[in-house]
């Protein structure tokens, strides 16, 4: 995500470079390339212009400090701008009342069904979620959506021989009111914006349920395809909210900087991968700064504690504190950051790290040698890792179909990973890095 737009962006700081001032001439050229550097992005040409012009309006109006490089300086200028660009802080959706209705639209094929489910899997831990099946036109759809449901533990509302969306809805309201439903999250069918039948049935949804939230999901690989048909979209719906999703694709970023300024709309969640887990809240500031190649330490110390374990972090805390963490601990702890989300996403979000794997392939499928190998040892070996010697390690390699010289590097990383867990606990690292957490959490 971003990849190439950071890269180009990188690569229009670094005319200023060694630069003991700003000038009109470097900061010009520098200016030039990054409105290059977002039209190739798929950004609107307009938005791209105002973007830039008001870069190099504020760029020209400051003093650099001595401590300051003209780099660094205009790197903070182009972080706020792009900042605003895409909303400036996070809009969340409106969950007021009770039966709270979000109704979801979109066009055929941006994943709309699938972002309905991983919205109701966000919201559950606050809200007693129904799922209502209203697309009664694609043969797979309802079925979709009940095994989405099914997968995340949240009741669907479906009558499949019924062919009038309206008063599916309406039914599956009063089913929620006597089930004592919290939120409900209308699924409708995907369609096409010269589409003027299907486009009336969704205003006649929106009219006669009256959501508290209305989102629009768009497939964010459409680029500037995806600006122009939210526009369509909202003359006709007038709705709250984008949801961008298929953000892990190959997708140049242009529609996430341009669709606030041309539609006015907020961006409110950005959608990745198949995982029910891989829905992010969209923050602007945060994006603003993964574009630039910054990181967002911010974004993985949360998913870190979404889905992390209190009682698994006390029992691993006691095993390190006695030296006796073993490689079930550690096939434990894989685990927990395989529900974080996608590796490559999450190594992103480390300030520099982003760059330095721009061109690496790494993928969830990396961690499955790894756990290979550590499930093809005894109940005895993953306690002790060190009574493995190079029979064991022979008989481990060929049950993993790994080569000894893997299960070997395995075994290196983890007896170092013990000797630094061993130093940390001998200096209390361990509690202070879960107080920096939890910071973080405040």
Known sequence: MFDNLSGKLDKAFKNLKGQGQIS????ATTVKEIRRALIDADVNFKVAKNVTDTIKEKALGQDVLTAVSPGQLLTKIVSDELTLLMGGSKEDINLKGEPNIILISGLQGSGKTTFTGKLANHLKSQRNILLVACDIYRPAAIDQLKVLGEQIGVDVYAEPENKDALKIAKNAIKYA???????????????????????????????????AETLFVVDAMTGQDAVNTAKTFNERLNFDGVVLTKMDGDTRGGAALSIRTVVDKPIKFISHGEKMEALDIFHPERMASRILGMGDVVSLVEKAQQNFDEEEAKRIQKKIRKNNFGFDDFLSQLEQIKKMGNLKDLMGMIPGVGKAIKDVDIDDDSLKPIEA??????????????????SRKKRIAN?????????????????????????????????RMMSGMNMFGK
């Open 24 to 27: 009109e001439i470097n900061v």
């Open 177 to 211: 009111k006597e089930n004592n439903k919290k939120t409900i999250i209308v699924d409708t069918a995907g369609r096409l914006a010269v589409d003027e039948q299907m486009m009336q049935e969704i205003e006649s949804l929106k009219k006669n349920l009256n959501p």
């Open 373 to 390: 190998i550590i499930k093809s040892m005894t109940i005895n070996e993953r306690e002790n890792p060190d009574v493995i010697n190079g």
């Open 399 to 431: 049950g993993s179909g790994t080569s000894i010289q893997e299960v070997n590097q395995l075994l290196k990383q983890f007896d170092q990973m013990r000797k630094m867990m061993k130093t940390m606990n001998k200096m209390g690292g361990a509690k």
